[in-house]
């Protein structure tokens, strides 16, 4: 039985959902006539900080690689339980889901 792919077509070699939604996000966003604004705004970050947008690149380009600390979540105006909570409510909906529990 092929449960994963039964409950979920869309995932495998790529989520379909997810990258059908940021297409749809990036055509709006054209659409609007933000590019210019959004391009403006990058290019005077690089001149008033182009250290700090060379490391934003660099950590860009690793890609979501790894968990921020708490310092860092709480630093940012989070709390850890708001950082957390979404992937425990995508756990427990996954154990409810696959245990028939509700």
Known sequence: MRMSQDKDPNQGEGDRISARRYDSNVREFVAEGRVPDAAKDARDYV????????????????????????????????????????????????????????
């Open 47 to 102: 001149d008033r900080d182009p250290e700090g947008a060379a490391k934003a690149e660099t950590t860009a380009k690793r890609g979501p690689g790894r968990w921020a600390s708490v310092d860092e979540i709480v630093a940012k105006g989070h709390s850890v339980i708001d950082r957390i909570k979404p992937a425990v409510e995508r756990a427990v909906g996954n154990l409810r889901a696959r245990f028939g529990k509700k």
